[in-house]
């Protein structure tokens, strides 16, 4: 294996899911901004928007989509513009 390819300045970040408050903690080399205190300590923070906490894939709760009504709305607007 090549030496010097992976990056030597791993340390314990926390991930917080923000549609569902869960955090967890793990090793990472992501630049953050942000910190959090978690029982005393101070990690640096990276939010995330959706986590396997709140993924409809492993909650089992899938959300319908109207995709017709996009489809006939776009149609209705744009459809009919090479016809004039």
Same mark, same amino acid.
């Given at each position: 294996m090549k030496?010097?390819?992976h990056?030597?300045?791993y340390r314990q970040v926390v991930f917080k899911?923000?549609?569902?408050e869960n955090m967890f903690i793990t090793r990472s080399t992501v630049n953050t901004k942000e910190?959090?205190?978690?029982? +005393?300590v101070t990690y640096p923070l990276v939010k995330l928007e959706i986590?396997?906490?709140s993924h409809?894939?492993?909650?089992g709760k899938a959300k319908l989509v109207d995709t017709a009504g996009?489809?006939?709305?776009f149609m209705s607007r744009y +459809?009919?513009?090479n016809k004039k």
């Amino acid at each position: 294996m090549k030496k010097g390819l992976h990056p030597a300045n791993y340390r314990q970040v926390v991930f917080k899911d923000m549609s569902d408050e869960n955090m967890f903690i793990t090793r990472s080399t992501v630049n953050t901004k942000e910190t959090i205190e978690i029982e +005393g300590v101070t990690y640096p923070l990276v939010k995330l928007e959706i986590s396997n906490t709140s993924h409809p894939f492993y909650t089992g709760k899938a959300k319908l989509v109207d995709t017709a009504g996009r489809v006939d709305k776009f149609m209705s607007r744009y +459809g009919n513009r090479n016809k004039k």
